[in-house]
């Protein structure tokens, strides 16, 4: 039977001995210290407002990446739907994520991350995919997140990096 998502999260509480992830920031690590590490699906706008160019779909995609160190530096695990969604579409034989199959595929793999992410961070933009995301996130019950800052151990190491 697998685990819920709260005793995933309890699991991770506090500093494992032996973990060398954990032991490379150090015991007492302030995001360590005082944060669960989350799994973080980072929703903002990809393919919207591209028009299908390629380029634009890159540039969205770099932005959506740039929130994933600092979420990385405080001990999360970043997630960002088109990191899985891709390599699927291209196993499957799909020119891209302008291929029709790519509606399917993004959607469902959004979907099926939303049931083991923990919390969402919700970056500027407009979005349909990221709008769903959210409302899916808040029918469960599980944190949004609309700024980096807001995110737990996140807020600390902008203040004093």
Not at 4 to 24: F, I
Not at 34 to 47: E, F, N, Q, V, W
Not at 78 to 103: C, F, H, N, R, Y
Not at 113 to 132: H, I, M, T, Y
Request: overall charge negative; proline content about 7%; some cysteine.
């Amino acid at each position: 039977m697998a685990a819920s998502s709260a005793s995933r999260r309890q699991a991770r509480v506090g500093v494992n001995a032996g973990d060398p992830e954990q032991e490379a920031v150090g015991p007492h690590h302030p995001a360590q210290a005082t944060t669960d590490s989350l799994m973080i699906l980072i929703a903002g706008p990809y393919a919207s407002g591209t028009g299908g160019d390629p380029a634009l779909m890159r540039r969205n995609l770099d932005r959506l990446e740039e929130a994933a160190w600092p979420l990385f530096e405080a001990g999360h695990i970043p997630m960002i739907g088109e990191w899985v969604a891709l390599p699927v579409l291209s196993s499957a034989g799909a020119s891209g994520p302008t291929d029709p199959l790519a509606e399917k595929v993004m959607y469902a793999v959004a979907h099926r991350l939303l049931q083991r992410c923990d919390a969402v961070l919700r970056l500027p933009g407009e979005s349909r995919g990221a709008d769903q995301d959210v409302a899916i996130t808040r029918e469960r019950g599980i944190r949004v997140y609309t700024a980096l800052h807001d995110v737990p151990g996140v807020a600390w190491r902008e203040a004093f990096h």
